[in-house]
């Protein structure tokens, strides 16, 4: 059973990182002001330009990492390194707030004004108040009642600091930036004992994620909630090592903050539970029938822990100002527009479809379930149509090398192109470059791949293939984005991989 679930994983892996490549390598998606997407090819200079760019940055990466793991013993002067590149990207992140106060709008200011709400109980300052559905926001709380959760955390940390700025939750991006770059760090530092990991192409990755550093203005519980996932997954890492049961109860609750900010945090529940399940697999001859029962009650623990309190959360708010779950949005109309054509792009947010499940819930969720059915037909027995509608949705997302950052901040079309184009095509070669990083590790060591890279993965894999079903949007797949950096990091270096076997193998003996 595990070999086939980590084959599975391997094929998936393999497969979504060829299509990323090749995606990339030939087509670029621009994001207008409007939230419109076009796919455009690209020419040979460009993507040979793309390609210069990732060889230049691995080979340049590499023979430093190579001269500070032979030239420099010393811990302390690397750790001093470490900092160092760590203030760079906590300084780059404060310019960005203090350069970019761009209005908060939509859903952010929706959660916002929830958020105060909760701080401060003034039902009548925000409440009655219309939103962009054309709804009162108590209204919007009860059809939008995965916001609550989000709205809670905010307003804790309200009360903490007794002050409800906006400028507080943009700090709050920055604390989830720097726990996103120290997480990567540490899972690079638990990957190093199965491989041979530059670490410096690691945090070259991250220092120019910049997509990250210009989202920290988007007030919506993204980054905060990436920065705890990735922690969580480390906790869960560390587990699996040292068996300690403080690691799996940290993990449980910074993933319980997390999916109550952000519920697309679900994937890495998931991918967690597939994780400690392969590792009871794999330990079960050796494993005493107590340590067997102990890992399935940490399983169980670390479900309960992770998702029933942004549940609590939700019904206790939905309950104290009489509201009803039964007249919440419904969550099909999210899939039925993942099938759609929209003027945004194939898969994108479809005012027909959303709106009428807004104004029509009970309707939408007769009606929906057939449309699918119809749709679905309508994929089968039109492949080609289908194969362009798919590719059309995939490129819209990961060929959008911005991931909406640059839209967030600049309004102006103008404006917004001279940062967008350059950023664009960095990002690109940085995608295509872990993509590639991956491709060949996973290829290299397909036979003999360490359970915390199977982790991160299956992480990968769940993102995009839920995208694929899910409403797309590029700001969307960053978190899967950022579980590559690890494992891209990774040296391929058979001798330093046969060694490192060996050793275990010894040990185990």
Request: proline residues 3%.
């Amino acid at each position: 059973m595990k070999i086939n679930m980590e084959k599975i994983i391997t094929f998936f892996g393999i497969i979504f990182l060829i299509l990323i490549i090749i995606i990339n390598l030939f087509f670029s998606a621009y994001l207008d002001v409007s939230e419109h997407i076009t796919i455009n090819k690209n020419n040979i200079i460009y993507s040979l330009g793309i390609i210069l760019i990732g060889i230049l940055m691995y080979e340049i990466t590499n023979l430093i990492n190579n001269y500070i793991e032979k030239k420099i013993s010393s811990k302390k002067i690397k750790n001093i390194l470490l900092a160092f590149s760590l203030i760079i990207y906590i300084v780059a992140n404060i310019i960005n707030i203090i350069m970019f106060t761009p209005p908060i709008v939509g859903d952010q200011i929706h959660a916002y004004n929830l958020a105060q709400t909760f701080y401060n109980g003034n039902l009548e300052e925000f409440l009655p108040n219309l939103t962009y559905a054309g709804i009162p926001l108590s209204s919007y709380m009860q059809k939008y009642y995965q916001q609550i959760s989000l709205a809670f955390v905010f307003s804790i940390f309200f009360r903490i600091i007794h002050f409800d700025d906006i400028g507080i939750l943009r700090v709050l991006n920055i604390v989830g930036n720097i726990l996103t770059y120290i997480a990567l760090y540490k899972i690079m530092n638990k990957l190093s004992k199965d491989y041979k990991v530059n670490k410096i192409l690691g945090i070259i990755l991250i220092l120019t994620f910049i997509p990250l550093i210009l989202l920290n203005t988007f007030i919506y519980g993204d980054l905060l909630g990436l920065g705890l996932s990735l922690f969580s997954v480390y906790f869960i890492m560390k587990y699996t090592e040292t068996r300690k049961l403080v690691y799996p109860i940290s993990s449980s609750i910074l993933m319980m903050i997390a999916y109550m900010m952000r519920m697309n945090c679900l994937i890495y529940i998931i991918a967690t539970v597939m994780y400690l399940i392969l590792d009871i697999i794999k330990n079960y001859k050796i494993n005493t029938k107590k340590e067997k029962i102990i890992q399935c009650l940490i399983i169980i623990l670390y479900i309960i822990l992770s998702m029933i309190p942004a549940t609590l959360v939700q019904k206790y708010y939905l309950n104290k100002y009489n509201l009803k779950q039964e007249e919440a949005y419904p969550n099909i109309s999210y899939f039925l527009m993942a099938m759609e054509e929209s003027w945004r792009g194939n898969g994108w947010y479809n005012e027909d479809i959303g709106e009428y499940a807004l104004k029509n819930t009970e309707n939408a969720k007769i009606e929906y379930p057939e449309k699918i059915k119809e749709r679905l037909k309508y994929f089968i027995n039109n492949p080609g149509y289908t194969i362009d509608f798919y590719f059309k949705k995939v490129a819209s997302m990961w060929a959008e090398n911005t991931y909406s950052s640059v839209r967030s901040n600049i309004g102006d079309e103008d404006e917004a192109k001279k940062i967008y184009e350059p950023l664009a095509c960095y990002e690109k070669a940085m995608l295509m470059l872990s993509s590639v990083c991956c491709l060949i590790t996973i290829i290299k060591n397909k036979n003999n791949l360490s359970l915390d890279l199977i982790f991160l993965i299956t992480i990968f894999i769940g993102g995009f293939a839920f995208h694929i079903l899910w409403e797309a949007k590029s700001r969307y797949i960053i978190p899967y984005i950022v579980v590559l950096i690890p494992i891209a990091s990774i040296i391929i270096d058979r001798k330093e991989i046969n060694k490192k076997e060996k050793i275990k193998l010894l040990d185990e003996k």
